[in-house]
């Protein structure tokens, strides 16, 4: 089941400089994203969200954008930070109130100082 | 701020064994899932839970599990006769409904040996 793909295993950015997190979705039925930071031995955290009508939220330092033609969105972060050095996971949903999140496979962010 | 907490953090059961995970979700939030991780794959939805009933559950979540909130504040995950393919970071999850983001807890790792 690869409906939620995230092809980079890992990104290695400096510190200040534009992290981009890159996400893909198959299923065309999903209707709200959400972008997770895992740190090791916890829980996600859920970090933005963009629901489908929309094709850009932002949230202080983060950006979600979304190209729904194209089933890609992207996480920014700017200017990152040592951190947000952490796993990150894109999740799409298919909607409504209590529908499951499908993950992705997540990518590890390092953030060199 | 509010969390989701879960107990216990590692549990370390024998094959065939019962074990029961414990979850207290986010006091006002009304759905309430339950996720895996097995090392190195990805978050996987197991089960979600509304107005006491099961809304949908995985082809995971098969006659070996089951889910119940005791009382008012408790959700927990059972697992009637464990498998070694069972150990995996457990995750609950609650929100308070459409649109809103999950919370996770920390989570439970078990371990079956």
């Known amino acids: 089941d690869q409906q939620v793909k995230q092809n980079s295993p890992s990104l290695s950015v400096q510190e200040g400089r534009i992290s981009i997190l890159n996400c893909d979705y198959t299923n065309s039925m999903f209707d709200y994203f959400l972008w997770y930071k895992k740190y090791p031995a916890e829980g996600p955290t859920f970090l933005i969200s963009?629901?489908?009508?929309?094709d850009k939220n932002e949230d202080g330092r983060f950006t979600v954008f979304l190209n729904k033609s194209a089933k890609h969105l992207s996480l920014h972060i700017v200017p990152s930070q040592p951190g947000d050095s952490a796993v990150y996971f894109c999740?799409?949903?298919?909607?409504?109130?209590?529908?499951?999140?499908?993950f992705g496979k997540g990518t590890l962010l390092t953030v060199n100082p | 701020e509010p969390e989701v907490t879960q107990t216990p953090s590692h549990q370390v059961t024998q094959m065939g064994q019962e074990v029961i995970l414990r979850c207290v979700p986010i006091?006002?939030?009304?759905?309430f899932y339950w996720y895996r991780q097995i090392l190195g794959q990805k978050v996987e939805f197991l089960v979600s839970f509304y107005n006491n009933e099961i809304s949908e559950k995985s082809e995971i979540f098969d006659d070996q599990f089951s889910v119940e909130r005791p009382d008012g504040s408790n959700f927990t995950l059972k697992i009637r006769s464990t498998k070694l393919e069972d150990s995996a970071m457990y995750f609950c999850?609650?929100?308070?409904?459409?649109?809103?983001?999950?919370?996770f807890g920390p989570g439970t790792r078990l371990t079956v040996l």
């Open positions: 999740a799409a949903s298919l909607g409504g109130s209590n529908y499951k999140l499908t």
């Open positions: 963009i629901s489908s009508i929309k």
């Open positions: 006091s006002n939030h009304l759905y």
């Open positions: 999850a609650s929100n308070r409904g459409f649109g809103n983001e999950q919370f």
